[in-house]
């Protein structure tokens, strides 16, 4: 149980498209959902903290106009990266939380996003 | 507000070594700490946590780690290391359950 997805876990895209990236909780509803970034041989970076039905929050330094975060559902958030630049090129991972697990996070398997 | 460090960014050991892979966390509350592994393009796999109760902790794949309040470390072990567990692996910590913090990583290099 508790088994969240993503999709797409490859995308190639090329600057200044915008790129969507889903994130599924299968198994189990998720009022919160996370999404991270993370950099070739570093650590996971929380980038926002999704609730459902409501606008998300980010943290300091992502731009949310940049990175827009839709929780449309219990099961769904959406990550998406408005006109993407070759900076933007990253690993993007979600999580969400599970009630009752003792504040654990379930990750999802992370897209890996290449703007050229 | 919470912290994890992570000693050695690299860490090499024989096959059927132990292996010792180090965190230390700061938090003002009770903490929630976990271990995550991670293979190449892959996310993070859940390898054990501590909640509360016994302070040490068996995960998965042999792995075990050991609450230390005093030090303010959550270390993880494996009696006898398998080519397998080569991989990066990631301590984080948690109050609320909403704020992660996570380690910079160690990567954990096998070697036959």
């Known amino acids: 149980g508790a088994v969240v997805s993503q999709h797409p876990s490859r ?24 999404w991270y970034r993370q950099f070739p041989k570093q650590s996971l970076m929380l980038m926002a903290t999704s609730n459902e039905g409501s606008k998300a929050t980010y943290e300091q330094g992502v731009e949310k106009d940049k990175f827009l975060i839709n929780h449309a559902s219990l ?12 900076e933007d090129s990253s690993f993007y991972i979600c999580s969400a939380g599970l009630a009752g697990r003792n504040n654990e996070q379930f990750f999802g398997p992370g897209t890996r996003l290449t703007v050229l | 507000a919470q912290s994890v460090t992570q000693l050695g960014s690299h860490v090499s050991v024989s096959e059927g070594a132990l292996v010792l892979l180090r965190c230390n966390y700061s938090s003002s509350v009770p903490p929630y700490l976990f271990w995550y592994v991670q293979y190449p393009n892959q996310g993070l796999q859940l390898l054990l946590k501590y909640t509360t109760g016994a302070t040490l902790v068996k995960g998965i794949n042999g792995f075990e780690a050991e609450f230390k309040k005093s030090e303010t470390s959550f270390h993880l072990t494996k009696p006898s290391a398998h080519m397998s567990d080569a991989a990066e692996y990631f301590c984080a910590v948690t109050a609320t359950g909403n704020q992660f913090y996570f380690g910079t990583g160690t990567s954990l290099t096998v070697i036959p």
Do not use: N, W
């Open chain 1, 11 to 34: 995308v190639i895209c090329k600057s200044g498209t915008s790129v969507k990236i889903e994130c599924r909780s299968l198994d189990f509803q998720a009022t919160t959902m996370f």
């Open chain 1, 75 to 86: 099961t769904l958030s959406t990550l998406t990266v408005t006109s993407a630049h070759p």
